[in-house]
């Protein structure tokens, strides 16, 4: 069965360092998510990703953040600058279709972020 | 602002007994409501999801949900628990958002299940 995959499963940075997060989605999927879990907390939304071009985006997704999709197969979330309060789990994830809020995200395994 | 909540942190459930994973919800429209399963270094799995129609949702391992719009709830159950049920579990609602053509979604905290032998 496909899966969303995604490298590192664990980043370690100092605070202020670029980070890029990489995802490769599922290879027939055309919607593109990155969200965050602070350990503890709920799962957040940070960017959509259809078409080349940011869909909608939350409040956390500031002008600090980035996604591309540099080719045809992975998905990056980049982090210009780092904050201690960015370490968090990010999670990938990729639908075959927008179905205006009604469709199934497939969920990547997280890349754990640690900034010191 | 929409909102989920999941009451219980952990839920402890006897193997072979029925479990019930509570969930609630506040938006403003239609909810689109969902439920992922997050086995440790694993990423989110989806479980169910409910967008119309009848309001018993029937989905992956056993698990099944049941919409109820009076109540705003979208509680997860299974008849009968197995220890391989044990993880954990997140409820998701999307909803359009009021200021137009936005269906961000909104997690709840999750809720531990374990199933004990």
């Known amino acids: 069965e496909p899966e969303v995959t995604q490298t590192p499963s664990h980043q370690v940075t100092q605070m202020g360092q670029e980070v890029i997060l990489r995802c490769v989605p599922i290879s027939n999927h055309l919607y593109f998510y990155w969200y965050r879990q602070i350990l503890g907390q709920k799962v957040e939304f940070l960017v959509s990703?259809?078409?080349?071009?940011?869909?909608?985006k939350s409040e956390i997704f500031d002008d600090q953040f980035s996604v591309e999709r540099p080719d045809g197969s992975n998905f990056t979330l980049k982090i210009r600058s780092t904050k201690l309060e960015d370490s968090a789990m990010y999670f990938c994830a990729s639908s075959p279709e927008g179905s205006g809020g009604s469709d199934t995200q497939y969920f990547g395994p997280g890349t754990r972020l640690t900034v010191l | 602002a929409q909102s989920v909540a999941q009451p219980e942190d952990q839920v402890n459930v006897a193997e072979g007994n029925p479990l019930t994973v509570k969930c609630t919800y506040s938006v403003s429209g239609n909810p689109y409501l969902f439920w992922y399963v997050q086995y440790p270094n694993r990423g989110l799995q989806f479980l169910l999801k409910?967008?119309?129609?009848?309001?018993l949702v029937k989905g992956s391992y056993g698990f099944e949900a049941e919409f109820n719009k009076s109540q705003t709830s979208f509680h997860l159950k299974k008849p009968s628990a197995l220890v391989s049920d044990s993880a954990l579990y997140f409820c998701?609602?999307?909803?359009?958002?009021?200021?137009?053509?936005?269906?961000?979604?909104?997690f709840g905290r999750g809720t531990s299940l374990i199933v004990h032998p």
């Open positions: 998701a609602v999307r909803a359009l958002h009021a200021s137009g053509g936005s269906y961000i979604p909104t």
């Open positions: 990703f259809y078409n080349n071009e940011i869909s909608e």
């Open positions: 409910y967008i119309t129609g009848d309001n």
